[in-house]
């Protein structure tokens, strides 16, 4: 797993069935895109976020393939519905095979 | 060849009005909380009149990222910050949280520094930081511009957000002030550069496609797209130097400590905005 | 990530060369399109994007985009060394086909966004962007 990395996202904790919200999420990741050389001249090889998801009770929201130019510290905005009270899933998938993952429930209003 | 270049489009601009400010009727909100990003030039500036957040000289798209702590990307580092302060580090089986009850406890501080001690020295937050660490919790120093202390002193300054700077430069602290004075308007380096030729003459102008600040200090440490991190003072004032292609001062060393200081009383009156961003 | 001087002269570089030959990023913008489209055309009205006409630095580029309709969105940047840079696939819980996120432009460049609508058929926009070399790199 890549050093330090950590999630951060912004849902409401309340809404009313049907609402549509916005959600916003931001997670420390270098996104090493594979195009630098080191010092020596050889190339650094990518490491990045490949896949972000995010889900309400399994239903899927928004499915994201990122590629090497998704700048450094990921930041994703993006509206959901929310048709009852319930859980959304947010995953990160990295090059290396690390799953990072949180979840905010909501209420209803 | 591009010295030319840059001296000659610096030469060119001078005569530039000050309206080229990017923001400058733009009003800075976080979290809707209004932040005043311009003041009266404190007494003793003598070649300014009002003093500038660097806020207002970016475009719109760099301003936005710090109006919401959410789109403001140093808030990962911040959060990274809150699990150090909280984390047991070095032989003493002590955290930050073993004495200081939480971040909120340095209200104030940020605004205040850098200051004369006790002992009549001049200290800085990452010396504090660091003293804390080898003398009561038995740990390793974090290396100056490194991501952990940049991340601490990024939470401890965050809790003076939308304070007005206040240093002191009379008493004890008088003398490293004029020598901190003194730096700022030394011509240095192979472009024979001193910050005021930048910061203080051409400020609101064009250095190439970047519109010059006048390189307040009062949003630090600072996240700046170019390196996606959080960059503290010291390590602005190398980059600086390394620009005019001066041998740059030591992180920490008494000349960066004292500048820190005259530049910070040059921020008198404008608001803490730790952190910010830049590009 | 961070850009070197050497990587920022090379974007230099190659700022200038798009900006003495319009005409090679403009083919290539449309080459890129129907890359996604598999040959299709694309509608020009349907999806809008929204982009700074100049980013101060190309490290970190706020975009949106916003196709009602949609299944999903191509983001790609015509300049740069590779030229995807994300696709957004909305499912039945999105309350929008929009987002917004934040990417690299190596020099000033056409972005563009190619929409896929439910019944399968395409609408593509795009913008330049100039990137700005800096000032003050330290």
Known sequence: MAKGVKPRVKVPKTASAGEMVTLKTLISHKMESGQ??????????????????????????VDVEMLPAISTNPYFQFDAVIPEAGEFHFTWYDDDGSVYETKKSVKMA | MKLTKILFAMAGLVAVPFAAIAGEDSQLTINEEPLITSAAAPAHMENV?????????RTDETQALQMDDFDNPAFVFIDQ???????????SGKACVSCHESPEVFKGLRASMPRVNGSGELETIPEL???CRTERMGAEKWKWSGGKMAGMIGLIGLQSRGMAVDVAIDGPASGMWEKGKELYYQRVGQLDMSCSNCHEDNYGNMIRADHLSQGQINGFPTYRLKNAKLNTIHGRFKGCMKNIRATPFKEGSDEFKALELYVASRSNGLMIETPSVRN | MQFTRRDTMAIGGAAVLTSFVPSLSVASTNDLIMEVTGGATAASSGIDLTA???????NTVPISVDAPGAVAVTILAAGNPLPGVATFNFGDGAGSQSATTRIRLAGTQDVIAVAKMADGSFAAVSQTVKVTIGGCGG
């Open chain 2, 129 to 131: 930081v660091n003293n």
């Open chain 3, 52 to 58: 700074p006409e100049i980013a101060e630095n190309g």
């Open chain 1, 36 to 61: 630098r050389k080191d010092s020596d001249g050889n190339k650094i090889p990518r490491s990045i976020i490949n896949r972000f998801t995010c889900a309400f009770n399994g239903k899927t929201v």
């Open chain 2, 49 to 57: 009149d009002t003093i500038f957040s660097g806020w207002v000289f």
């Open chain 2, 81 to 91: 910050a809150i699990d150090s302060f909280n984390a047991v580090d070095g032989s």
